[in-house]
């Protein structure tokens, strides 16, 4: 039933959203878990950013470590890849910057805040790759679909506890 590669990307994918809402609505519903649910919100983000980048590692590395027809990759195809290692570290380094906010400086509206730059920024640059014929048609979709719901949910936990109405 789940043998083809997608539809087994689409169901874990789905899966890995759960998180997101499921915090996202104990920080509205329950006053007493906002916090904890704050602080495990902005890690579980922090370790997604970080698996995002990775993804571009993949891209970049699957060309060069099989070229096609074993012909050597061209000097445009090269500066692609490096440019998607490049960005394959950026949302580590954004999710590590947002943990440290939180963990280190007790600032979970920046740490929110920083997260949101993150996942933003991530699907903008994958919006461009796709232009540029370097990520997937189907991969971009599922991107979209769950980054608007993590989105969603990032502004919904900042405006909560930027208003007060949680403290992180």
């Not at 083809?4 to 874990?12: D, H, N, R, S, V």
């Not at 891209?59 to 692609?80: C, E, K, N, Q, Y």
């Not at 232009?131 to 769950?146: F, I, P, Q, S």
């Amino acid at each position: 039933m789940f043998r083809q590669p997608f539809t087994i990307a689409i169901l874990l994918t789905l899966a890995g959203a759960v998180p997101f809402v499921a915090l996202g609505a104990v920080v509205l519903l329950d006053p007493l878990g906002a916090q904890t649910a704050i602080e495990v919100l902005i890690s579980y983000g922090a370790v997604i950013l970080a698996f995002i980048g990775a993804v571009h590692w993949g891209f970049a590395l699957r060309d060069s470590a099989h070229p096609i027809g074993g012909v050597p990759l061209t000097p445009s195809v090269l500066g692609s890849e490096r440019q998607l290692l490049i960005f394959g570290i950026v949302p580590a380094i954004i999710g590590w910057v947002a943990l440290s906010l939180m963990l280190h400086f007790q600032a979970p509206a920046l740490a929110l805040f920083f997260l949101l730059v993150g996942f933003f920024v991530t699907i903008v640059v994958e919006t461009i790759g796709r232009g540029r014929g370097v990520v997937a048609a189907n991969y971009l979709a599922l991107r979209w679909a769950v980054s608007v719901v993590v989105l969603v949910v990032l502004v919904v936990v900042l405006f909560a506890v930027l208003s007060g109405m949680r403290v992180g």
